[in-house]
């Protein structure tokens, strides 16, 4: 059985290094270039080398993680694409999926993940994180692999009030600067918040903002 072939691009040195090392030691992988950006593709057209799997750290700090998917999905189309990140949620996981993202792993996943992810997206399948996949958030991104439009918020029965904390989550807002900005009480908010989690199946308030950025017209 031929080994998976892996890019890795992290900025990182520890993680990078210590990733590549844990994937060198299984026989089943074989990493053929790591960078902290980009750079990577110029590495593997001087090798003659294409990766089946490319592992991306979505909280780059010397390239917008999107755009160096877009280019890699340009220039290495046959590759498939799996994000990694501390909290999946605070990106915005809808628009990385619609790029052609394969799949999600958390920095801190056990080395297992790490194989069972890889092995899994190489051979064609989607993966998610197990924190979201009871989620409505997950049935918004399944909705996105399936060329859908997604979850309408109308069929969710939030409050006008509920509706109006979702807009100001997704602004960034505090609960102190929520219950400001609609002359309630702090504790309102947040009871507020719970509810609509409650009626999301969402388990935080980065997901409620995701959520919210999904259902906005373009």
Do not use: W
Not at 85 to 111: N, R, T, Y
Not at 123 to 131: I, R, S, T, W, Y
Not at 165 to 176: A, M
Not at 191 to 205: F, M, P, V, Y
């Amino acid at each position: 059985m031929a080994r998976i072939r892996v890019l890795l691009i992290e900025d990182n040195r520890l993680l990078r290094e210590g990733i590549a090392q844990m994937l060198q030691e299984h026989g089943d992988f074989e990493v053929v270039a790591r960078c902290e950006d980009g750079d990577a593709v110029r590495k593997l057209k001087k090798q003659n080398s294409t990766p089946d799997v490319i592992l991306l750290d979505l909280g780059l700090e010397k390239a917008d993680s999107l755009s160096l998917m877009a280019r890699l999905r340009k220039e290495l189309p046959e590759a498939k694409v799996i994000a990694m990140d501390i909290l999946p949620e605070q990106v915005d996981i809808v628009e990385f999926v619609k790029a052609g993202g394969s799949g999600f792993i958390l920095k801190s996943a056990a080395v297992e993940e790490y194989l069972e992810t890889i092995t899994a997206v190489a051979g064609g399948e989607k993966v998610l994180p197990p924190m979201l996949t009871t989620s409505l958030f997950t049935q918004i991104v399944e909705s996105a692999l399936k060329g859908g439009k997604g979850i309408s918020d109308l069929s969710i029965q939030l409050t006008p009030r509920e509706r109006e904390v979702v807009d100001l989550i997704s602004e960034g807002l505090s609960n102190k600067e929520i219950a400001s900005r609609l002359h309630i009480a702090t504790h309102t908010v947040k009871s507020h918040i719970h509810n609509i989690l409650e009626k999301l199946a969402l388990s935080t308030r980065l997901q409620i903002a995701a959520f919210a950025r999904r259902q906005r017209p373009e």
